[in-house]
């Protein structure tokens, strides 16, 4: 499988789900510290790369286990499972993961990346 261009996404990412995050800032930006930024941000490929590993289904909850599995271990939950970011409601990931979702999977039909690539 070729590497996936995270270019769209990203573009994606902050079209889609930064506009209705609440940090989001007026100017446009993101009220995240740089010293602890967004998951969107630091472990987008991971994020893409648990959404696309789902077969297609209408329900949430088995993204939601392998962004978990796949992502989250590598971002910053705890050798308990914990996050500290997800348990103060404050990981985009996490509070709009449906949009998340939603937005992946659109550039990824659009690009033909990672299960979309067959019917490209
Ligand atoms: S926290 Fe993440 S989703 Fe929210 S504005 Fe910042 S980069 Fe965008
Ligand atoms: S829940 Fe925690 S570990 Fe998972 S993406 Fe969000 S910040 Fe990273």
Known sequence: MHPIDLTPYHAAVRDEVCGICL????AGGCARPN??????????ETIVESVLSVRPTSKIAPYISALRVINCRQCREDANGEC????LVD????SYVLRVVEVIEDVAERHGDGRFAAAS
Do not use: I, K, M, Y
């Open 23 to 26: 940090d989001h800032t007026q």
């Open 35 to 44: 010293s602890d930024p967004c998951p969107l941000e630091t472990h987008l």
């Open 84 to 87: 500290e970011l997800r348990n």
């Open 91 to 94: 990981c985009a990931v996490d």
